[in-house]
């Protein structure tokens, strides 16, 4: 068997394909809903990611 192969570093990922993954994995995993009238629009809140 061959000897294993050193790790490889991570490949640097463009922004736009994270954000993009991102928008798709939070699109396919919530179905949409009425906004909340008394919650803020922003999705990316501090008080929502805590």
């Known amino acids: 068997m061959p000897a294993p192969h050193p790790p490889k570093p991570p490949a640097p990922v463009p922004m736009h394909a994270l954000l993009a993954s991102c928008a798709a994995a939070?699109?396919?995993?919530?179905?949409?809903?009425?906004?909340?009238?008394?919650?803020?629009?922003?999705?990316?809140?501090?008080?929502?990611?805590?």
């Open 26 to 50: 939070a699109q396919i995993s919530s179905p949409p809903r009425p906004p909340e009238p008394r919650a803020p629009q922003r999705a990316d809140s501090p008080r929502r990611a805590a």
